[in-house]
């Protein structure tokens, strides 16, 4: 079955410290990959999805940015973080078809 | 352009009567709909989805959802709610003709059931 990991589970980072946020797929081949953020109000902002390795896609130019340096490891990265990036980062895959996204457990960000 | 709307941010029901949850969408062409659910501090747990065939589909923990397409609505329902299900709700949907399966969530209904 597959599996989706997120770490850390929770950080309290400055503000203009970097950021790298980590998530791995189990158990699937080729999958796309989404980084959501969900901030206080609860919706759900799509930040960056990608089809394949080094395939990365922005939905909202800002202060982050995503790689895909393996095929199931998907990388959430800021050179300095602001207030405002505060929030709760999810992570999900999903198969190319019909399917749904499977989302992992997230990680809670806070920038102080 | 693709969109959800989740008209209720907050349901109130009492544990064993029946609930709704309802969400209305806009999408060009065939939808695929979906229900997540959240709890605290946690990710979306997938409930059901709608891709085609019948219009009621069954999905997790007793919940089932009603597509109509000419309300373009995807309603979730549970004949006799339980105080586990108070929970956060998110409704989405996404072009059938994508293979990418990008996702437009709705802001989420927040349903608590009281005892």
């Known amino acids: 079955s597959q599996t989706i990991h997120q770490w850390p589970a929770t950080l309290v980072q400055p503000v203009g410290s970097p950021l790298s946020l980590e998530c791995t797929v189990e158990?699937?081949?080729?999958?796309?990959l989404y980084w959501y953020r969900q901030a206080a109000g609860r919706g759900l902002q799509l930040l960056f999805y990608?089809?394949?390795?080094?395939?990365i896609s922005s939905e909202v130019p800002q202060n982050l940015s995503a790689s895909r340096p393996q095929d199931r490891q998907f990388i959430l990265s800021s050179k300095k973080l602001l207030l405002s990036d505060s929030g709760f980062y999810l992570c999900?895959?999903?198969?190319?078809?019909?399917?749904?996204?499977?989302f992992g457990p997230g990680t809670r960000l806070l920038v102080l | 352009a693709q969109s959800v709307a989740q008209p209720e941010d907050q349901v109130n029901v009492a544990e064993g009567n029946p609930l709704t949850v309802k969400c209305t969408y806009s999408?060009?062409?065939?939808?695929?709909l979906f229900w997540y659910v959240q709890y605290p501090n946690r990710g979306l747990q997938f409930l059901l989805k709608?891709?085609?065939?019948?219009?009621l589909v069954k999905g997790s923990y007793g919940f089932e959802a009603e597509f109509n397409k000419s309300q373009t609505s995807f309603h979730l329902k549970k004949p006799s709610a339980l105080v586990s299900d108070s929970a956060l709700y998110f409704c989405?949907?996404?072009?059938?003709?994508?293979?990418?399966?990008?996702?437009?969530f709705g802001r989420g209904t927040q349903l608590t059931v009281w005892p």
């Open positions: 999900a895959w999903s198969v190319p078809g019909p399917g749904p996204q499977y």
């Open positions: 158990g699937t081949s080729n999958p796309n």
């Open positions: 990608s089809v394949g390795i080094g395939q």
């Open positions: 999408v060009s062409g065939n939808p695929y």
């Open positions: 709608y891709i085609t065939g019948d219009n």
């Open positions: 989405a949907v996404r072009h059938g003709g994508s293979t990418l399966g990008r996702l437009y």
